[in-house]
């Protein structure tokens, strides 16, 4: 038997609401492949823990993306098992989401501490190892920055040290000899790890704003499943 009366707006804000959390789930995989892209060098010479975190945030949005989309299909069809199910698993990305958040804000020094070893262990292989030489390379130039904390790192690399020089890809200007005595005036100045840092900091605030509305939204939907959920049952009841 169909809802009626109140329930039937309830069960069109169900949909809407599903609709919105498809609309989320879109933004998390775009948030995903942006972070992975942009920071692509950076996770290059990370560890694997923090290269999985633009996988992790993609695949979040894909289960978003699902579970919406089964959620649309439940409140239309009127399927208390389907709405049950929804809210169920709503729930749960919910309290994964809380939990991931948290354990983020704890290990956020740990974070920066992994990022600073891949950093110096890939400046060890500079030279040696392709794909790392690769990384090293183009995480300087689009970040414009030069070593670790600064460009006096790439001295304590004995080759470097050897010849006074650094990597080409710190030079401000590519000429032939603007990685020979280097300077502040003809490599760049700012380590990477610095340049990384601000790029985060920049950017926390737009992923903190897109959470906090999945969030919000996540809420409403398990509060209104559950209503859907109340109406169905109800329904059947009478009949």
């Known amino acids: 038997m169909a809802v009626e009366g109140g329930m039937k707006c309830v069960k069109y804000l169900v949909f809407i609401f599903n609709f919105i959390f498809w609309v989320c ?107 790392a030489t690769a990384a090293v390379d183009e995480l300087q130039r689009d970040f414009a920055c030069c070593g670790v904390n600064n460009y006096t790192d790439w001295a304590t690399i004995e080759r470097f040290r050897f010849n006074n020089t650094v990597p080409r890809s710190c030079c401000r200007v590519n000429t032939t000899s603007c990685n020979v005595r280097p300077s502040p005036a003809t490599v760049y100045e700012k380590g990477c790890l610095q340049s990384i840092e601000a790029w985060m900091k920049k950017n926390i605030l737009i992923v903190a704003a897109v959470a906090l509305g999945i969030a919000f939204f996540e809420i409403l939907g398990i509060i209104f499943a559950c209503c859907l959920m109340k109406g169905i049952r109800s329904g059947y009841e009478v009949m």
Do not use: H
């Open 25 to 131: 789930g879109v933004a998390l995989i775009a948030i995903g492949i942006y972070a992975q892209v942009a920071l692509n060098e950076a996770l290059a010479v990370s560890s694997a823990s923090a290269s999985s975190t633009p996988i992790a945030i993609l695949v979040l949005g894909i289960i978003i993306f699902f579970i919406s989309f089964f959620g649309c299909c439940g409140a239309w069809k009127e399927s208390y098992c389907m709405a049950t199910t929804f809210a169920v698993l709503l729930s749960i990305i919910f309290l994964v989401e809380i939990a991931a958040a948290i354990t983020g804000y704890v290990f956020k020094d740990k974070v920066r501490s992994v990022l600073e070893d891949g950093l110096w262990d890939a400046m060890q292989k500079y030279g040696e190892d392709e794909p």
